[in-house]
């Protein structure tokens, strides 16, 4: 079978195509690698130990190709494009660095899916995790090494923080039944989309039901960006005024919640830490509730 992104219709980038957004993510563990998403065996053991679709142990097959294993490697939860393999794979390639990146579908509690209080330099509403202690969804978690980790950074800094949530206060549960001690995850640093002024608006939808949703709301929004979701990728794709023109409406529409509850785990720390350090880390956070 053809397991190249284009045979798979995964191979769409959202920089490229606002209006897709968030793209098509993963719906089984893979190992992205090249042009290629290759399934994983589930085993009822570590990640490192899974088997790659006709090949070895994951960790084994990563060594073959030069990179990185598993214990070596971030735990990233994605909420949005980071979960599309062809937007993962276009942020590597850029940097010219390897396309090597295992994607795991996990069943993460506590956590939401929002809007992000701002229009993103590609022109579309990006989506942002909340933390919603009664909300249990399934997320994909990548697996990032050092270098990787960096440029993905690059591309969410200074709208997006990083954080590191701790597994004993949100649960993270592989496939194998595996439950992660922490994972990191990216956070709007614009506040979440709640246009009663109370409840996150949904995030993880179609994007252009999204945007004429928010146009209907808000005369300066259709006046700034126009009258559909076409017109408004267009406009604030070309012109960073129009996107922050519309940020900045957000706001004075009373639309944004700030978000605060991530605060108690931001990591500001420059050192990288790996996989296998993140149950200790975990150990050392203080024991917030996230409603700080």
């Known amino acids: 079978m053809d397991r190249s992104l284009a045979a798979l219709g995964l191979d769409d980038v959202a920089v490229e195509r606002p209006l897709i957004y968030p793209g098509r993510p993963v719906t089984e563990p893979s190992l992205l690698l090249d042009d290629e998403l290759l399934p994983l065996d589930v085993r009822a053991t570590r990640l490192g130990d899974w088997t790659v679709d006709q090949g070895g142990r994951l ?7 030069g990179q990185e294993p598993v214990g070596r490697r971030h735990p990233v939860i994605a909420v949005g ?8 794979r276009h942020k590597l390639r850029r940097l010219n660095l ?8 996990v069943r993460v509690s506590g956590i939401g899916v929002g809007c992000s209080g701002h229009i993103s330099p590609a022109g579309y509403v990006a989506g942002t995790p909340f933390v919603d202690h009664t909300a249990h969804a399934t997320l994909v978690v990548t697996w990032l090494d050092a270098r990787q980790l960096k440029a993905v950074d690059d591309t969410e800094f200074p709208d ?3 954080a590191i949530l701790p597994g004993d206060l949100f649960d993270m549960t592989m496939p194998s039944r595996e ?16 246009p009663d002024g109370t409840r996150p608006l949904p995030g993880g939808g179609d994007q252009a039901t999204l945007l004429d949703g928010l146009l209907t709301g808000s005369s300066r929004l259709r006046e700034l960006l126009g009258r559909d979701a076409a017109s408004w990728v267009d406009r604030a794709g070309q012109d960073p005024g129009t996107r922050a023109g519309g940020t900045k409406i957000f706001g004075e529409e009373g639309w944004v919640l700030p978000q605060t509850d991530f605060l108690p785990y931001l990591d500001e720390s420059a050192e990288l830490r790996s996989y296998d350090d993140l149950p200790a880390l975990a150990d050392s956070l203080p024991n917030r509730t996230g409603n700080g």
Do not use: C, K, W
């Open 59 to 65: 960790d084994e097959v990563l060594t073959m190709h």
């Open 81 to 88: 494009s980071n979960a599309s393999p062809g937007q993962v």
């Open 98 to 105: 390897p396309v090597s990146v295992p994607m795991v579908p």
């Open 160 to 162: 997006y923080r990083r």
């Open 179 to 194: 439950r992660l001690g922490g994972a990191y995850i990216y956070f709007s640093a614009h506040g979440v989309l709640a």
